[in-house]
């Protein structure tokens, strides 16, 4: 059975270089040792903090940096990385379909999130071991 996920799970990107954590703000009001997520928590900065570097060519920042980079270096193509700012405007993907937190369902450690450069984003560890959820 998936595991509830709450403030601190670690995330990774499938463009990003490093793992991120989840930040889960207090106004949901449920809280197994630390507050818990729903599938509303997928604010850019506020919920999903970068993961460091990005590396996909449809991030129009890596784009634009791999251009300049293959510009000096005289037409090689030369692929780059940009900082990593995520897009994500849509929420968590399945989520919880019995369990709901802030009347939105509670976002389980098998959900993923859609960034809008193409990455997706899952669960590597949900921020607690012992709350399990359908």
């Not at 509303?40 to 791999?66: G, L, R």
């Not at 692929?79 to 019995?98: H, N, Q």
């Not at 937190?101 to 607690?128: E, K």
Request: with cysteine.
């Amino acid at each position: 059975m998936p595991m509830q996920v709450c403030m601190g799970a670690m995330l990774q990107c499938s463009f990003g270089t490093a793992p991120s954590a989840l930040v889960v703000t207090p106004e949901n009001r449920v809280t197994t040792m630390t507050p818990d997520a729903n599938i509303m928590d997928h604010k850019p900065i506020k919920n999903i903090i970068s993961f460091a570097m990005c590396t996909t060519q449809s991030n129009p920042a890596v784009a634009m940096a791999t251009s300049a980079a293959t510009t000096a270096a005289l037409g090689v193509y030369t692929p780059t990385l940009a900082p990593c700012v995520p897009a994500t405007a849509s929420p968590w993907v399945p989520g919880s379909p019995t369990v709901h937190i802030a009347n939105q369902p509670a976002l389980n450690d098998t959900s993923t999130l859609m960034c809008t450069w193409g990455g997706v984003i899952s669960i590597t560890f949900p921020g607690q071991t012992s709350v399990q959820i359908p």
